[in-house]
């Protein structure tokens, strides 16, 4: 049983991490057009207990895209300067589309397996009721 329990925690720190990073995303998609804006990206770190690894991960602290920002020629724009040109965001789009659909899947795949094993659980108990 302390297995199926195992099981269930592993595949819970998963839907955390990929819940979180699909945060993220979605602020990045969202400020796109942002100018100034940086994207935000996050790192997993495994968890340990007593100096042991446990498989379980957890999110690290949130890091800005430090890459160029896009300079945009629009004259007419507030914050464009003298020369025409304002930045924009480091946001790709297409990337952050990606990710998003990784992150989906990922989390799919964690709750597909937190299923399974609140399934076997779920049978294991009624095998040693009766």
């Known amino acids: 049983m302390s297995d199926l329990q195992n099981i269930l925690n592993l595949s819970a720190s998963g839907m955390q991490a990929q819940a979180s990073r699909l945060r993220h995303v979605s602020e990045n998609i969202a400020n796109a057009d942002t100018p100034g804006y940086h994207r935000k990206t996050v790192s997993f770190k495994e968890v340990t207990e007593q100096g042991r690894k446990t498989g379980a991960v957890t999110t690290g602290p949130v890091a800005l895209d430090q890459s160029p920002l896009k300079e945009v020629y629009d004259p007419g724009h507030p914050l464009a300067g003298e020369d025409g040109f304002y930045d924009s965001s480091n946001v ?17 795949a964690n709750l597909k397996v937190f299923d399974q094993a609140r399934q076997m659980s779920s049978s294991l108990l ?5």
């Not at 790709?92 to 799919?108: G, K, T």
């Not at 009624?126 to 009766?130: A, G, K, P, V």
Request: proline share 0%; glycine share 0%.
């Open 92 to 108: 790709e789009l297409m990337i952050e589309i990606a990710d998003a659909r990784e992150a989906q899947r990922s989390y799919e």
């Open 126 to 130: 009624d095998l040693l009721r009766r």
